[in-house]
């Protein structure tokens, strides 16, 4: 998947231009500039930190669900937490998605006592996100 220099410059011209318009379009395209005249020194960074790979993971796990109620729920507060969570509680979060919906479901809304092992900081942050009206229905 080499991309030839041509390719790679056009590209360069193509970021240049747009961050003056949009700053966030130089984090979307991969490539890191040395020195423009020689070709030698244009790096490609196509890697990814193992910790966004697992908020990707866990963003997906979270709106892909058995159940409706906990695609909305969970899908909902991973669009808004997941950036924020820290490496232990994502662990934590990871460890909670790997549970039957059912069992995630009845303990979001508290009615089934939750296990000691999953009673986590992450856990007490999705509860009160749903107790929070997390999808807008009651805002005007």
């Known amino acids: 998947m080499s991309k030839s220099i041509k390719q790679i410059k056009s590209t360069i011209s193509?970021?240049?231009t747009t961050t003056t318009r949009r700053n966030f379009c130089t984090k979307k395209i991969?490539?890191?500039i040395i020195n423009v005249e020689d070709e030698?020194?244009?790096?490609?960074?196509?890697e990814i930190s193992e910790i966004e790979k697992l908020r990707k993971?866990?963003?997906?796990?979270?709106?892909e669900r058995?159940?409706?109620e906990n695609d909305l729920l969970?899908?909902?507060f991973a669009k808004l937490n997941i950036q924020k969570l820290t490496e232990s509680q994502l662990r934590d979060?990871?460890?909670l998605l790997q549970q039957p919906d059912p069992d995630i479901f009845n303990w979001i809304l508290k009615k089934t006592e939750v296990p000691e092992e999953y009673e986590t900081e992450v856990l007490k942050l999705v509860q009160h996100h749903c107790k929070?009206?997390?999808l807008g229905f009651t805002r005007k």
């Open 40 to 46: 030698s020194k244009i790096k490609v960074n196509n």
């Open 74 to 76: 969970l899908g909902s």
């Open 66 to 68: 058995g159940m409706l």
């Open 14 to 16: 193509f970021i240049t």
């Open 93 to 95: 979060y990871n460890l």
């Open 30 to 32: 991969g490539y890191t």
């Open 132 to 134: 929070n009206d997390p």
């Open 57 to 63: 993971k866990l963003l997906y796990q979270s709106k």
